[in-house]
Protein backbone atom coordinates (compact mmCIF):
# COMPACT_ATOMS: atom_id res chain seq x y z
CA UNK A 1 0.00 0.00 0.00
CA UNK A 2 1.10 3.38 -0.84
CA UNK A 3 0.73 6.06 1.81
CA UNK A 4 0.83 9.56 0.53
CA UNK A 5 0.06 12.82 1.48
CA UNK A 6 1.02 16.65 0.94
CA UNK A 7 1.60 16.74 5.05
CA UNK A 8 4.68 17.44 7.10
CA UNK A 9 5.29 15.08 9.81
CA UNK A 10 4.79 16.41 13.24
CA UNK A 11 7.68 14.31 15.22
CA UNK A 12 10.45 12.05 13.41
CA UNK A 13 11.34 9.35 15.31
CA UNK A 14 14.22 6.77 14.73
CA UNK A 15 15.06 4.06 16.97
CA UNK A 16 17.75 2.29 18.04
CA UNK A 17 19.70 -0.39 19.92
CA UNK A 18 22.54 0.43 22.05
CA UNK A 19 25.34 -2.20 21.59
CA UNK A 20 28.93 -2.44 23.63
CA UNK A 21 31.09 -0.74 20.30
CA UNK A 22 28.74 2.56 20.93
CA UNK A 23 29.63 2.44 24.88
CA UNK A 24 31.91 4.49 27.06
CA UNK A 25 34.44 2.38 29.59
CA UNK A 26 31.85 2.93 32.02
CA UNK A 27 29.81 0.85 29.54
CA UNK A 28 27.53 3.67 28.85
CA UNK A 29 26.58 5.16 25.66
CA UNK A 30 29.54 7.52 24.26
CA UNK A 31 28.41 10.90 23.96
CA UNK A 32 29.86 11.27 20.57
CA UNK A 33 27.89 8.70 19.65
CA UNK A 34 24.64 10.00 20.81
CA UNK A 35 26.00 13.36 19.52
CA UNK A 36 25.81 11.47 16.22
CA UNK A 37 22.51 9.85 16.44
CA UNK A 38 20.90 13.42 17.65
CA UNK A 39 21.99 14.29 14.40
CA UNK A 40 21.07 12.04 12.15
CA UNK A 41 17.48 12.85 13.47
CA UNK A 42 18.03 16.60 13.27
CA UNK A 43 18.64 16.08 9.58
CA UNK A 44 16.18 13.65 8.96
CA UNK A 45 13.50 15.66 10.11
CA UNK A 46 14.57 18.87 8.68
CA UNK A 47 14.92 17.21 5.64
CA UNK A 48 11.28 16.27 5.78
CA UNK A 49 10.16 19.49 6.34
CA UNK A 50 12.25 21.34 3.60
CA UNK A 51 12.28 18.34 1.07
CA UNK A 52 15.52 19.96 0.02
CA UNK A 53 19.13 19.18 0.61
CA UNK A 54 20.67 19.67 4.19
CA UNK A 55 23.50 20.34 6.06
CA UNK A 56 23.97 21.13 9.89
CA UNK A 57 25.42 24.93 10.80
CA UNK A 58 25.65 23.92 14.52
CA UNK A 59 24.42 22.03 17.56
CA UNK A 60 23.66 23.82 20.75
CA UNK A 61 23.17 23.28 24.28
CA UNK A 62 23.30 19.79 24.50
CA UNK A 63 22.03 18.35 28.15
CA UNK A 64 22.91 14.23 29.29
CA UNK A 65 20.60 13.91 31.74
CA UNK A 66 20.64 10.50 32.69
CA UNK A 67 23.48 7.24 31.38
CA UNK A 68 22.23 4.96 28.49
CA UNK A 69 22.95 1.98 29.37
CA UNK A 70 24.57 -1.00 26.92
CA UNK A 71 20.92 -2.86 25.82
CA UNK A 72 19.10 0.00 26.28
CA UNK A 73 16.51 0.80 23.19
CA UNK A 74 16.93 4.93 22.55
CA UNK A 75 14.06 6.52 20.91
CA UNK A 76 14.84 9.85 18.93
CA UNK A 77 12.27 12.33 18.79
CA UNK A 78 13.07 15.11 16.71
CA UNK A 79 10.77 18.28 15.81
CA UNK A 80 11.19 21.25 14.09
CA UNK A 81 10.38 24.29 16.47
CA UNK A 82 11.67 26.76 13.85
CA UNK A 83 11.96 27.85 10.04
CA UNK A 84 13.74 30.89 8.85
CA UNK A 85 14.34 31.76 5.35
CA UNK A 86 16.76 29.02 4.95
CA UNK A 87 17.19 27.22 8.12
CA UNK A 88 15.37 25.42 10.73
CA UNK A 89 15.61 24.62 14.45
CA UNK A 90 15.29 21.11 15.28
CA UNK A 91 15.18 20.04 18.90
CA UNK A 92 16.11 16.19 19.49
CA UNK A 93 15.15 14.22 22.60
CA UNK A 94 16.67 10.88 23.57
CA UNK A 95 14.27 8.35 25.75
CA UNK A 96 15.84 5.51 27.17
CA UNK A 97 14.54 2.37 27.35
CA UNK A 98 15.21 -1.08 29.51
CA UNK A 99 13.84 -3.43 27.29
CA UNK A 100 13.23 -6.23 30.09
CA UNK A 101 11.82 -3.32 32.54
CA UNK A 102 9.75 -1.11 30.51
CA UNK A 103 11.59 2.25 32.87
CA UNK A 104 11.36 5.21 30.31
CA UNK A 105 13.35 8.13 30.60
CA UNK A 106 14.27 11.23 28.91
CA UNK A 107 18.48 10.64 28.69
CA UNK A 108 19.49 13.46 26.25
CA UNK A 109 18.10 16.52 25.01
CA UNK A 110 19.73 19.42 22.39
CA UNK A 111 18.90 21.82 19.42
CA UNK A 112 20.41 21.69 16.12
CA UNK A 113 20.95 24.50 13.80
CA UNK A 114 19.63 23.04 9.80
CA UNK A 115 20.08 24.63 6.72
CA UNK A 116 18.48 23.78 3.38
CA UNK A 117 21.29 24.28 0.41
CA UNK A 118 21.44 24.01 -3.28
CA UNK A 119 23.38 22.10 -5.60
CA UNK A 120 26.35 24.65 -5.43
CA UNK A 121 26.35 24.21 -1.06
CA UNK A 122 24.62 27.32 -1.08
CA UNK A 123 22.17 28.77 1.14
CA UNK A 124 18.68 28.38 -0.22
CA UNK A 125 15.07 29.56 0.97
CA UNK A 126 12.81 26.69 2.73
CA UNK A 127 9.00 27.37 2.38
CA UNK A 128 7.32 28.40 5.52
CA UNK A 129 3.62 28.09 4.79
CA UNK A 130 2.69 25.73 7.28
CA UNK A 131 0.49 22.50 6.06
CA UNK A 132 -1.02 20.41 7.75
CA UNK A 133 0.68 18.22 10.50
CA UNK A 134 0.74 14.58 10.71
CA UNK A 135 -1.15 14.73 13.89
CA UNK A 136 -4.22 16.72 12.32
CA UNK A 137 -4.41 14.49 9.28
CA UNK A 138 -4.95 11.57 11.36
CA UNK A 139 -7.83 13.41 13.35
CA UNK A 140 -9.50 13.94 10.13
Do not use: C
Amino acid sequence: MNVQGSFAPADTRLIEMIFPEQANHYGTLFGGNALSLMGKAAFVAATRRARKPIVMARSEKIEFHVPVRVGDMVELRARVVRVGRSSMTVVVDVISEGLLTGDRRLAVQGSFEMVAVDQNGKPTPVETATSITFAEETLS
